[in-house]
């Protein structure tokens, strides 16, 4: 449809300065979007009323029989990505039963009694998603967007709660599991963990297959449990973990192989030794931290033979370095090595390529400088995340209509 618009403005500037017409263009804006967007809303109803089936339906079931009540009914706020615009309410009566609607939200494509479509609620999610809340409303007021981070803040919940993930059957049955602490309202401390459960692709990189929060030691069950059906869907799939037990509870699959992350086995036996009391440097310190890091040394390209003379020599190894560490009374660090050594050679027997968990721990570092930025409920923690997560390893985009059939001629 063809719309002709005339604007007709009163202008009075001080300056030709760039900067200052910028700054003095930011009220114009507004005013030529509201009359512009008002001009086409009319333009579309009178040609929708024309129609044998209109665009619109009453709760009777009739789309055909319609008159006219008004066209600029109360003002209605509508808020876009421009900022918010005041345009008429256009009231039309069915002819079948005699009840006026409203038609204008229906013709802009906005839900009844919501004041801004589906569109801009996913770009403002997305905004607020990738800056925290009072930046968001920094830059949108930079470039004349009366938004403020209030409602940038409602549309991240909402859009952040229709965000699913699962695992592609069509990318490598291997992924990594591991949870980072989030900072939440009311506890000084990091009071629970987001769960993060990402997928390898097939051309390299990973995206993201769940996500959940709850505490440290649970929580796990409510990511894996939808994920079980696809899970299944693999003939084998490897799960690389950091050793947290309760992963273990809340993943029970048979075709699950699990193996744990050879980088944070040293790291986390220097936490045993702490708990043993062994002093940091000492001989017995240097002892049983340089075994392990002998031990959890893979070789890559070796031969079918060598991979299991290997595999035999390290199993030996790490009973020596258990037997070692009963006798030095490390009890803790004896414990965790036993508890270990199931799962710490599972991708070599296999003879799958994981043995550490660095890449989930990219996506901590991705998730924590958003999250670490003020303090959160959990379910407020849960949606950002969904959405920045999606965005930087699903390829998620709030998507925008395609404008190329729009043609403006300068009269």
């Known amino acids: 449809m063809k719309i ?4 007709n403005y009163s202008v ?19 005013m030529v979007f ?29 789309n055909k029989d319609f008159i006219w009540k008004t066209k600029d009914a109360k003002p209605m706020k509508i808020t876009t990505i421009r900022g918010e615009i005041e345009l008429p309410q256009m009231q039309v009566q069915c002819k079948s039963c005699g009840k006026k609607m409203f038609i204008s939200r229906a013709l802009l494509g906005i839900e009844k009694y919501q004041k801004m479509s589906s569109t801009t609620q996913k770009m403002l ?114 799960l690389v973990t950091d050793g947290d037990t309760s992963i273990f509870k809340g993943i029970k699959c048979v075709n699950v192989i699990l193996q744990r992350c050879l980088w944070h086995i040293p790291h986390q036996l220097k936490h045993c030794l702490w708990e043993d009391k062994v002093k940091s440097k000492s001989a017995v310190w240097l002892k049983i931290m340089g075994k392990i890091f002998n031990i959890v040394a893979i070789r890559h390209q070796l031969e079918e033979a060598e991979i299991d003379a290997m595999l035999e020599d390290k199993r030996k190894m790490l009973d020596e370095l258990i037997t070692f560490c009963e006798e030095s009374k490390c009890s803790h660090s004896a414990a965790y090595l036993r508890n270990s050594k199931p799962d710490m050679f599972s991708a070599l027997e296999k003879r799958l390529n ?43 985009r709030p998507g925008e209509p395609d404008a190329k059939g729009v043609k403006i001629v300068r009269l």
Not at 12 to 30: A, H, M, P
Not at 34 to 62: E, H, R, W, Y
Not at 380 to 390: I, Q, T, Y
Request: charged fraction near 25%; include cysteine; charge should be positive.
């Open 125 to 238: 999610a997305f905004v607020g998603a990738l800056t925290p809340f009072r930046v968001a409303d920094k830059i949108l007021g930079m470039v004349g967007i009366g938004i403020d981070r209030m409602r940038v803040w409602r549309c991240v919940q909402k859009v952040g709660k229709t965000i699913d993930f699962d695992l592609d059957p069509d990318e490598l049955p291997l992924g990594e599991a591991d949870g980072t602490g989030i900072p939440i309202i009311g506890i000084k401390k990091r009071g629970q963990e987001l769960k993060v459960f990402i997928q390898k692709k097939v051309g390299g990189g990973v995206r993201i297959a769940g996500l959940a929060i709850g505490k440290y030691d649970a929580g796990w069950d409510k990511l894996f449990e939808p994920l079980r059906e696809t899970i299944l869907s693999f003939k084998n799939f490897l």
């Open 34 to 62: 509201t009359d512009f967007a008002k001009i086409t809303l009319v333009q579309f109803g009178d040609s929708a009323m024309k129609k044998a089936t209109k665009p619109f339906c009453c709760t009777c079931g009739n």
């Open 4 to 7: 002709e618009c005339n604007f």
């Open 354 to 396: 994981g043995k550490a968990s660095s890449l989930v721990e990219r996506v901590m570092r991705t998730v924590n400088m958003r999250v670490n930025v003020g303090k959160w409920t959990p379910q407020g923690a849960l949606n950002a995340m969904n959405l920045r997560l999606a965005h930087y390893y699903n390829d998620w």
């Open 12 to 30: 009075e500037v001080e300056e030709c300065n760039i900067d200052y017409l910028t700054s003095g263009f930011k009220q114009i804006q507004e």
